[in-house]
């Protein structure tokens, strides 16, 4: 019997590398078509047809068979449908590709730079005080003061001789991450909607399964800003809509508010001025030219307002446009916030660092 033998690579893939890698395209297509599972699967069709990423071992079909059978996917009236568990996936892929891209950085987790009584034990010890847990007891350190009081003939353990581990004080950390969906976030033939979502469900995904008693909010603005569930960001689409940062703003604060946490901050995804705004009698007023001083002040003053109440702005713009960078800076000057000028590749590098760094600020005693 014979056997062939195939030089190995390190681009050699196993069946189940290129199904989990193809899931993962499958994944990015359905962010892109706003969760439309037809219109991913011709897409994944005609790359097919191009790259050739289907064979006798794994076809399209057979693809489509295991999401299925994963369950997420599902027929509906003979159409298949994202299903909840689905969109879990689109997050956990998205969170899966934004890590991959980022550079070894030492983010630690979601320590503060101080010690107290918190869950992640530090290789320093600390004398024993009333509260400690007796389980971070040092043994070692603990019986070797008993040792030099005494001497090994003479045991008497008492309290002066225990030590423990100290602990990191963990934060927790409340998020709304604010999302433009105006027009131009499709204009000039440039997507910047599709890694704006991808983002936004890798965050939502770390939060959720490693900072689980962190609070996290999705605000979309437009004309008026509106609260989304986060299962529904797959299927966010771009209107024809102006830009109401302050009402976007104002429903970020207002999120905030009724949180206990002490770290609040307000992750805002941008390419665009504003240009819109509700005037007191509740009408929305709009000015798409140039910098509308109304439209500016009024936005500035909600910076203004969320800084008083000690919750930080990040502004991430995915566009270099001058109107922008010149509001940025105000508003980033106006809440004491910080502003990054973001490619659409490196936007979740960006938006990561910044998230865990905020992490490490310490409750006010």
């Known amino acids: 019997m014979r056997f062939l ?21 499958f994944s990015h297509l359905l962010i892109q078509t706003s969760g439309d599972v037809e219109e991913a699967m011709e897409w994944l069709r005609q790359l097919a047809e191009e790259y050739g990423i289907f064979d006798e071992n794994l076809s399209m079909e057979d693809l489509i068979a295991k999401l ?4 997420i996917i599902e027929e509906v009236n003979n159409t298949p449908v994202l299903t909840t568990k689905g969109v879990q996936k689109i997050r956990q892929d998205a969170l899966k590709e934004i ?20 869950v992640e034990r530090l290789s320093e010890t600390k004398k024993w005080v009333f509260g400690d847990m007796p389980t971070n007891i040092d043994l070692t350190s603990t019986m070797t003061n008993v040792f030099k009081r005494d001497g090994i003939e003479n045991f008497n353990l008492t309290e002066d001789d225990l030590e423990v581990y100290d602990t990191e004080n963990l ?24 890694p704006a979502k991808q983002v936004g469900l890798a965050l939502s995904e770390l939060i959720m399964t490693k900072f689980p008693r962190d609070y996290i909010a999705l605000v979309v603005f437009g004309d008026d800003a509106k609260l989304v ?6 299927f966010l689409n771009v209107g024809p809509y102006h830009t109401n940062t302050r009402a976007g703003l104002q429903l970020a604060r207002n999120l905030l508010r009724r949180c206990g946490n002490v770290n609040k901050q307000i992750f805002m995804i941008t390419d665009g001025k504003p240009s819109a705004m509700f005037d007191d009698a509740g009408r929305l007023y709009k000015n798409s030219f ?10 500035l003053d909600e910076a203004v307002a969320c800084r008083r109440e000690k919750i930080t702005i990040s502004t991430f713009m995915v566009a270099r446009d001058p109107y922008l960078i010149n509001f940025v800076e105000e508003l980033t000057k106006a809440n004491h916030g910080r502003a990054y000028y973001s490619s659409l590749n490196n936007l979740g590098q960006f938006i990561f660092v910044d998230y865990i760094r905020n992490r490490r600020k310490l409750f006010s005693s």
């Open 290 to 299: 140039g910098l509308d001083p109304k439209i500016v002040n009024k936005t």
């Open 5 to 25: 033998y195939t030089k190995w690579t390190p681009q050699s893939q196993t069946d189940e590398q290129r199904l989990q890698n193809l899931m993962q395209l």
């Open 99 to 118: 890590f991959s891209s980022l550079k070894k950085t030492p983010m630690g987790s979601h320590e503060t730079p101080h010690t107290g009584a918190g």
């Open 68 to 71: 299925k059978e994963m369950g």
């Open 229 to 234: 569930s986060i299962n529904e960001l797959p």
């Open 171 to 194: 934060s927790t950390c409340a998020t709304v991450l604010m999302l433009d969906i105006s027009h131009s976030m499709i204009l000039y033939g440039e997507d910047r909607i599709t």
